[in-house]
């Protein structure tokens, strides 16, 4: 079971921001960084956010990542068609586990 | 560009072990590790453990300690993932991924294995 919690889901029209919030507890986001993936319907997953706020080359600045605390939030702005996807955030757990969120399906209306 | 060739799917009866490879190009192998992440249908993304391709170590979810193995081949970049006595809610995709050391991070990922496990 998940130990980081999002919701379900999030949805927007094209051009708008969209945030996905990202809830955990003292052993894994407030004690380490958070990254985030981006799963694209019958894909892999893709990293999207490493490091809290990083961007690996490739991914567009419309996604960015921060961190407050036990939280954490992806945004995505100007939003488009292809941003379509489940997102998933994650961080380790002082167990030694990666623990994975619950995952937010990102709808583009 | 850094590939993850993953081996295909497979069907296992309850009990059986599954052994899923990994194949790794367009990166010094043994300066990353491998993760192993599952999915089961329609669910979500469950961390299963990591192996450095450095030296060998490996951290496994503490859930699937005992059932798993997961080891490295340097000489063919090939990383494999070992499940034994397997239950019906081990059917998932699995998958693996590159993983940074320093800050160890899943970054590429393979295509994906299906396993089913059914009777």
């Known amino acids: 079971q998940s130990v980081l919690t999002q919701p379900p889901s999030a949805s927007g029209t094209p051009g708008q921001r969209v945030t996905i919030s990202c809830s955990g507890s003292?052993?894994?986001?407030?004690?380490?960084?958070v990254n985030w993936y981006q799963q694209l319907p019958g894909t892999a997953p893709k990293l999207l956010i490493y490091?809290?706020?990083q961007r690996p080359s490739g991914v567009p600045d419309r996604f960015s990542g921060s961190k407050s605390g036990t939280s954490a939030s992806l945004a995505i702005s100007g939003l488009q068609s292809e941003d379509e996807a489940d997102y998933y955030c994650?961080?380790?757990?002082?167990?030694?586990?990666?623990?994975f969120g619950t995952g937010t399906k990102v709808t583009v209306l | 560009q850094v590939q993850l060739v993953q081996s295909g799917a497979e069907v296992k009866k309850p009990g059986a072990s599954v052994k899923v490879s990994c194949k790794a190009s367009?990166?010094?192998?043994?300066?990353?590790?491998i993760s192993w992440v599952r999915q089961a249908p329609g669910q979500g993304l469950e961390w299963m453990g990591w192996i450095s391709a450095y030296n060998g170590n490996t951290n496994y979810a503490q859930k699937l300690q005992g059932r798993v193995t997961m080891t490295t081949d340097t000489s063919t970049s090939t990383a494999y993932m070992e499940l034994r006595s397997l239950r019906s809610d081990d059917t998932a995709v699995y998958y693996c991924a590159r993983t940074m050391i320093v800050v160890v991070t899943p970054d590429y990922w393979g295509q994906g294995t299906l396993v089913t496990v059914s009777s």
């Open positions: 490091s809290n706020n």
């Open positions: 367009g990166y010094t192998f043994t300066s990353y590790g």
């Open positions: 003292s052993s894994n986001i407030g004690s380490n960084t």
């Open positions: 994650a961080a380790w757990d002082d167990s030694l586990d990666y623990v």
